[in-house]
């Protein structure tokens, strides 16, 4: 927001007076846009004066003026405020052009940059009863890096209310990750506190209601607003990481919720964006989805939500032949998420896409997931009416039903390409244990893939079993105490009736050992990830070799058994 300091040299030429026409057509639209938040027709968030009145920022000595700090605060990048994002260069640079008549261009934007303003509420709040849901004084332990404590509520209301206003209560702040607030609409979480992730996470069928993640202020919409009823139950999600290895800490972070009447438009969450993914080591990768709109729908607001290797974030909506522009975020900073104004009209048949780029620089894959190492593409949007479903990911082109391959940097020379293809489907329960025996040496190639689950219940929904597979090409070569491991992976999972689709390629090699019925290798080349073969269970029997791996899955353990055949 502009200061009250004036610029006593006058960064505008003599007699500049710019363009009313100019403005009318083009600069008010924008001002409103980006500025209007702060600077509207009643100043809020402690700006001075208002600048929507074009006789009122013109008038006065040159220098003094208002339109004069603009072009001032605009070229040193001092407006909007530290930690609020920049417009497009093309916005403040037609800004600068216009108050400045022509005579200053915009600086290069540096930092967080959006195509749309933030959606700032007001700094003074309704006048509306309000209701305080807080972590009753939760220890948080050296040992929480990555907990999810999940708080549950009754609705604090003995007739229907509207949820108006969200406001974050941050008690200790060195351990908070982001908070969820969540409807839980079938009922089915645990009545007491629970640590969320060993209760199979979210409660099926639960609807998000509000996010809140650092840097984000309080949340208001400008009527209607979210239903609370008598008799529902709500969990508080909150992400502690204590990370710093703080001792004696006990929080009580909440939210406050404003209730007004349960009158005008009732909104709802919902969040475009694609479930499953991996962003390989040292490597730069664009993720998408689609949405299909199948009912009409208006947005209000939405919060873009990646982790710490995020860069980009972009949305836009295809309708027929046309693209329309829904919001672009670049210089990506994790510490500034904000819900930003993204009013549109969406209709059925609309396609919603989602794309983030992300920039892994660890020698290790990251996986979409729940975890502050893992990572998110998100849009947390309010939309009215409210959605059928909470989630909305279609593969961006069509189900995939092969996965082709290509040998790795870690494989042989000469490594076949053509191999048969794996399919693997999911079983609920445990599988036999493997027993070892003496592994030949040689190359094998994968014949057969299972996949085991004890729960089905994962954060983002229930898992469909029936629904979900996975498709793998690879081999392994054996041989004078080393081994190589090379693959090309495709998950294909189903999940709250959501597609997920990802592709991913595991290449390693290096010495292995083996202590009883465990195979460990260490790899010199390539990386750990899902479905690597770091350490696993084996079982050997003359040409056909078992190996059996765990990992983690969208916030849930896998178990995926090969069944591998010597081929030479």
Not at 280 to 288: A, G, H, K, N, W
């Amino acid at each position: 927001m502009l200061t009250a300091t004036a610029c006593s040299d006058g960064p505008a030429p003599p007699d500049c007076v710019p363009d009313a026409d100019r403005w009318e057509a083009e600069i008010a639209p924008l001002v409103e846009s980006y500025c209007g938040t702060c600077h509207g027709e009643e100043p809020d968030f402690g700006a001075p004066f208002s600048l929507l009145d074009y006789d009122a920022i013109t008038e006065g000595t040159e220098g003094l003026r208002h339109v004069d700090q603009m072009v001032r605060q605009l070229a040193e990048g001092t407006m909007p405020p530290v930690g609020m994002p920049r417009p497009p260069d093309e916005v403040t640079g037609a800004l600068l052009s216009w108050a400045s008549c022509g005579t200053h261009t915009a600086p290069p934007a540096a930092g967080l940059v959006s195509s749309a303003p933030p959606a700032l509420a007001p700094e003074t709040p309704p006048e509306l009863p309000t209701v305080e849901l807080r972590a009753p004084n939760f220890a948080v332990s050296v040992a929480d890096i990555d907990r999810y404590q999940c708080f549950t509520f009754e609705a604090p209301v003995d007739e229907p209310r509207f949820i108006r206003r969200f406001e974050m209560i941050i008690d200790q702040s060195e351990v908070l990750h982001h908070l969820v607030f969540l409807r839980d609409t079938d009922r089915t979480a645990p009545s007491d506190n629970y640590e969320c992730k060993r209760s199979g996470g979210m409660p099926p069928g639960s609807e998000y209601l509000y996010a809140w993640a650092p840097g984000q202020g309080a949340f208001q919409f400008p009527e209607g607003g979210l239903r609370m009823e008598p008799g529902e139950r709500f969990i508080m999600q909150i992400h502690y990481n204590n990370a710093p290895g703080l001792e004696g800490l006990t929080d009580r972070s909440g939210v406050r919720l404003y209730l007004a009447p349960p009158e005008g438009p009732e909104y709802g969450m919902f969040s475009p964006g694609p479930l499953g993914f991996s962003v390989p080591p040292r490597d730069t990768r664009s993720v998408l989805s689609q949405c299909t709109i199948d009912t009409p729908a208006r947005v209000l607001a939405g919060m873009p939500h990646m982790h710490e290797i995020g860069s980009e974030f972009h949305q836009e909506v295809r309708r027929g032949e046309e693209v329309i522009p829904f919001i672009d975020l670049t210089g990506w900073v994790f510490e500034t998420q904000l819900f930003y104004s993204t009013p549109m009209e969406l209709r059925p048949g609309d396609r919603l896409i989602t794309e983030c780029v992300y920039e892994n620089p660890t020698a290790e894959t990251v996986f979409s997931g729940t975890d502050t190492s893992d990572e998110m593409c998100f849009n947390f949007m309010y939309v009215s009416p409210p959605p059928p479903t909470r989630f909305c990911d279609e593969t961006y082109g069509g189900r995939v039903t092969d996965v082709s391959y290509a040998p790795g940097a870690c494989a042989p020379a000469d490594a076949p390409e053509e191999l048969s293809l794996a399919v693997g489907h999911f079983t609920l329960g445990l599988p036999e244990p493997l027993t070892g025996g003496t592994l030949v040496d040689g190359r094998y190639e994968v014949e057969e893939l299972e996949l085991f689950v004890e729960d089905p219940r994962t954060p983002f929904g229930d898992l469909d079993l029936e629904d979900s597979l996975v498709l793998m090409r690879g081999s392994l070569w054996v041989g004078d105490g080393r081994a190589t491991w090379d693959a090309a992976v495709h998950l294909g999972v189903k999940v709250a009736g959501v597609a997920l689709d990802d592709d991913t390629h595991l290449s390693q090699e290096g010495p292995y050992t083996i202590d009883g019925t465990t195979l460990t290798l260490s790899a010199e080349c390539g990386g750990e990830g899902a479905l690597a073969l770091s350490s696993v269970e084996y079982e050997a029997r003359g040409d056909r070799l078992m190996v059996e791996a765990t990992s983690d899955l969208m916030g849930f353990p896998l178990i995926q058994r090969l069944t591998l055949v010597r081929r030479e």
